[in-house]
């Protein structure tokens, strides 16, 4: 019974579905990948006795990245079903019955995924043998290890448990939140003081008090927002003083952009929006949805640039073996793939949900020319936003190499375009994707 159910919750839920499995897929495939090229004989690596300390940086490093998605990916996934979990528990179901509810779907996914991960894996060898002997003129190619494939599934296996066991505690919290809600349902004054303080004040005191409040709050707001504006500016400076440094500063910058949506970004979105600052209604309409998109993909912008930004860091290091330098532009290359894949799907699936929004805007005298506009204006304002901010970071410690003849023009270029296109290709599917899940309504079919 769980079992049919599960499968025809896939089938009715099939984008988010789709998008979840081929998280598997990508991530099942460039583990596998890796750790094949990471265990040859020249590079070295091993999990005891390893000799090679910027393989085993760029090996850890890309497997938890791998692992960090896949988590990304079954949190929204599951939590786009609290709904459909509510509805069970109140039709009667226990604790037990929701675990293995979404246990199933997750099995059945993971357990579809792997072998096409494996085999995409399989099939990727040869074509990269053929390239990275072009490149590099060496005799190096990529095996196939026994060790590595047992580490993969170690790895994959690990993946199930603690996906399987975040699954159970995602149950476990909707069926308490339940509880605590029908508690706040039960006893509407708990809460609320027995006095209350402004009863003893005149009406003079009280909106004093208010202004006072006021004050501090729009005090305390302008320092955060110059906080965060301070760092996220201050590695931009340091790249040129002091190259080494990349990587340690730019650790301020992603803080300063992660508190700068929140403290910053938003609050420029709702004064545009509540004061009125355009007589464009579209621009109002992105404005909006942009201010949705900022709040729930700033985690994975964040994991897209410190990526990048570690990588090129390894990548050009001082002491970096030919080899080496082709295991971490293989790592960037891939990094770059994946988590712009894990942004697109993030947001399409978030996309999925915005019908009611496009359906409010077709009532409002919205034409559909006008809607394509909005979501044409919103995904390119995100990924605007993403391109910038990356190119700042990335653009300055390139040019700070370059000024320090450790990089040439081509090769910044070359790595600018491998971050370029992933971006690109991503935007491509997301609007299309968009339009296709909001667009179409019976009177436009």
Not at 108 to 135: D, H
Not at 238 to 253: C, E, K, P, Q, T
Not at 315 to 323: A, H, K, V
Request: charge should be positive; aromatic fraction near 14%; include cysteine.
């Amino acid at each position: 019974m769980i079992v049919r159910d599960a499968i025809r919750s896939l089938k009715n839920s099939m984008a988010k579905a789709v998008f979840y499995w081929l998280t598997f897929v990508l991530t099942s495939m460039f583990v596998f990948l890796f750790f094949n090229i990471s265990m040859s004989e020249s590079l070295g690596f091993t999990w005891i006795n390893n000799n090679n300390d910027t393989v085993t940086t760029v090996t850890v490093f890309v497997i938890t990245i791998c692992l960090i998605i896949i988590f990304f990916a079954n949190d929204f996934f599951v939590k786009n079903k609290a709904r459909e979990l509510a509805i069970r528990l109140v039709c009667g179901a226990t604790f037990l019955q929701l675990a293995e509810y979404l246990l199933v779907q997750t099995f059945i996914l993971m357990v579809i995924a792997i072998p096409f991960g494996i085999t995409g894996a399989l099939i990727l060898v040869p074509v990269l043998n053929g390239i990275i002997s072009s490149i590099l003129n060496s005799p190096f190619s990529i095996g196939i290890y026994p060790y590595a494939v047992l580490t993969t599934i170690i790895i994959l296996g690990l993946v199930v448990f603690w996906t399987t066991y975040l699954n159970l505690s995602f149950a476990y919290r909707n069926s308490a939140s339940m509880l605590l809600n029908e508690r706040k349902l039960i006893n509407p004054l708990s809460g609320f003081s027995m006095i209350d303080d402004n009863f003893v004040l005149t009406e003079k005191e009280k909106e004093e008090r208010r202004k006072e409040k006021l004050a501090r709050r729009e005090r305390g707001a302008k320092f955060r927002k110059i906080a965060c504006i301070i760092l996220f500016l201050f590695p931009l400076i340091v790249f040129h003083f002091n190259r080494d440094m990349a990587l340690v500063v730019s650790i301020f910058g992603m803080v300063g952009f992660y508190l700068g949506v929140p403290n910053v970004i938003i609050p420029e979105l709702n004064r545009l929006t509540r004061d009125s600052k355009t007589d464009d209604p579209e621009l109002l309409a992105v404005a909006g949805f942009y201010r949705t998109d900022l709040t729930i993909l700033r985690s994975n912008i964040i994991l897209f640039l410190a990526s990048a930004i570690l990588l090129v860091c390894i990548l050009l290091g001082r002491e970096t073996t030919p080899l080496e330098m082709m295991l971490s532009l293989l790592s960037y290359v891939v990094m770059n793939v994946l988590l712009s894949l894990a942004i697109m799907f993030k947001f399409s699936t978030e996309v999925y949900s915005r019908q009611k929004y496009f359906m409010t805007l077709n009532h409002l005298g919205y034409v559909k020319e006008d809607r394509e506009r909005i979501i044409n204006r919103e995904v390119g304002l995100l990924y605007l936003t993403i391109l910038i901010v990356a190119l700042l970071y990335l653009g300055n410690i390139f040019l700070s190499m370059i000024f320090g003849n450790v990089l040439t023009w081509n090769q910044a270029g070359l790595l600018i375009l491998f971050m370029v296109i992933p971006l690109g290709i991503a935007w491509l599917f997301t609007i299309f994707y968009y339009k296709r899940s909001v667009l179409t309504q019976p009177e436009e079919k």
